[in-house]
């Protein structure tokens, strides 16, 4: 079945670090894939997504690549903020599995002053 | 805008006893999910609803869970019995159509005892 890998955290960074979380997914078929995020005490936010291979989705300097040939869709941004911090989660969709997300187990980003 | 509200945010019961979760849309939203979050996981999907009616409820134990959406706005997820094994965070998410974002609501996290 669809199943979405990400890197275990925590990730801990200094203030401007650039990030990268390594995502992978396992799909039949040619999904959509997200990156959502949550903030402390908050609820989930979707923060960028793509929806055909080779797409870039952007969003508040968070970038992430669909790459069909590596199943990858790795998540950077140049230089994190301590406002960055949080859980980071890579998810899938199919339209032919009734858009249902999958979530990897999500990873946790402290960014420190 | 108002976002999707879940109440209550936290609840803790002795197993065995019924519990209910309860979670208003963003208004308009024809599309309604119920996902569990275990500790350390991402969310998985319980069920989803298409206004009133639920189009997916495979991933929902279907001998204590269950969920209604009456008039096809807000929704309520029961537990009855609950056992240990079910604390978690309960999630609720809408959408537009089911193609579409979905946005998250902050949660209840259930604590077994």
């Known amino acids: 079945g669809d199943s979405v890998t990400q890197m275990e955290g925590p990730v801990t960074l200094s203030e401007e670090a650039f990030l990268t979380i390594n995502c992978t997914y396992t799909?039949?078929?040619?999904?959509?894939l997200f990156w959502y995020v949550q903030y402390p005490g908050e609820g989930l936010q979707l923060l960028l997504k793509?929806?055909?291979?080779?797409d870039k989705g952007s969003n508040k300097g968070f970038e992430a690549t669909y790459r069909k040939e590596t199943t990858s869709f790795h998540l950077e941004k140049g230089s994190v903020q301590v406002s960055d911090s949080a859980v980071y989660f890579c998810?899938?969709?199919?339209?032919?599995?009734?858009?249902?997300?999958?979530f990897g187990s999500g990873t946790r980003l402290l960014v420190r002053p | 805008e108002a976002g999707v509200v879940q109440s209550p945010r936290y609840k803790i019961i002795e197993k065995k006893q019924p519990v209910a979760f309860w979670c208003n849309p963003i208004?308009?939203?024809?599309?309604l999910y119920w996902y569990r979050q275990n500790l350390g996981q991402g969310p998985e999907l319980l069920i989803r609803?298409?206004?009133?009616?639920?189009?997916?409820d495979s991933q929902l134990p279907k001998d204590r869970f269950s969920a209604e959406r009456l008039k096809g706005v807000d929704s309520t997820l029961k537990i009855q019995p609950a056992e240990l094994g079910d604390s978690a965070v309960y999630l609720c998410?809408?959408?537009?159509?089911?193609?579409?974002?979905?946005?998250f609501g902050q949660g209840t996290r259930l604590t077994v005892v």
């Open positions: 998410a809408s959408s537009n159509t089911a193609n579409t974002e979905a946005f």
């Open positions: 998810a899938l969709s199919r339209m032919d599995s009734s858009y249902k997300l999958i």
């Open positions: 799909a039949t078929g040619y999904p959509s």
């Open positions: 609803y298409e206004n009133e009616e639920a189009v997916d």
């Open positions: 208004s308009g939203h024809n599309t």
């Open positions: 793509a929806t055909k291979a080779d």
